[in-house]
C-alpha cells in the first residue's frame, strides 16, 4: 500500500479515535494507532487494549474467533535480543512483531512441543505468526 493509500485509508476512519504514536522521540507524520475500537465484518466494534511486552509497546484487538496483536520498539530500531509475549486466550491469534533484525527467527510457545521459524527480510523488519494462546518467545 503506497502512502497516500495508507494516509486515505487512516483519515477515513469514520468517528476513530486516532493517537499518534512517537517512535524514537518523532512523531510518525500520517500514522495513528487506533485505540477506541475495530469494527469487524459485521459492524460490530471489537476491543482494542494497550499492551507491554519487555522493552515493547503494542495493541491487542480482541475479535470472537481470533485476536490481532502488534508489538513495537518505542524507539523504532531494530534488535536481535529475542521477545517474550503473552497471547492471551482462549482463541487463536495473529501477531505481528516488528523492528527486528532481518534472518531467520524461530517462534517457540513455552511449554508446548515444536517450534516453527519465521523468516524477517530486511525490508519489513517483522515477523507475522499465527499463534494459540500461551506463552511465547520469538528468538534468533
Given at each position: ?72 520498539r ?9 521477545v ?13 512483531v ?43
Amino acid at each position: 500500500m503506497s502512502e497516500t493509500a495508507a494516509k486515505r485509508k487512516a483519515n477515513s476512519c469514520e468517528g476513530a479515535s486516532r493517537h499518534p504514536v512517537a517512535r524514537g522521540g518523532k512523531p510518525f507524520p500520517s500514522y495513528g494507532l487506533q485505540l477506541s475500537g475495530s469494527s469487524g465484518e459485521n459492524g460490530a466494534r471489537w476491543p482494542v487494549s494497550k499492551l507491554e511486552a519487555e522493552g515493547r509497546t503494542g495493541c491487542l484487538i480482541t475479535g470472537p474467533a481470533s485476536s490481532w496483536l502488534v508489538l513495537l520498539r518505542p524507539d523504532g530500531t531494530r534488535s536481535d535480543r529475542e521477545v517474550r509475549l503473552q497471547v492471551p486466550g482462549p482463541n487463536p491469534c495473529r501477531a505481528l512483531v516488528t523492528d527486528l533484525t532481518p534472518g531467520r527467527w524461530r517462534a517457540e510457545r513455552v511449554g508446548a512441543a515444536g517450534t516453527f521459524d519465521v523468516e524477517v527480510t530486511a525490508e519489513a523488519g517483522a515477523a507475522w505468526l499465527e499463534a494459540e494462546a500461551g506463552a511465547w518467545t520469538l528468538r534468533r
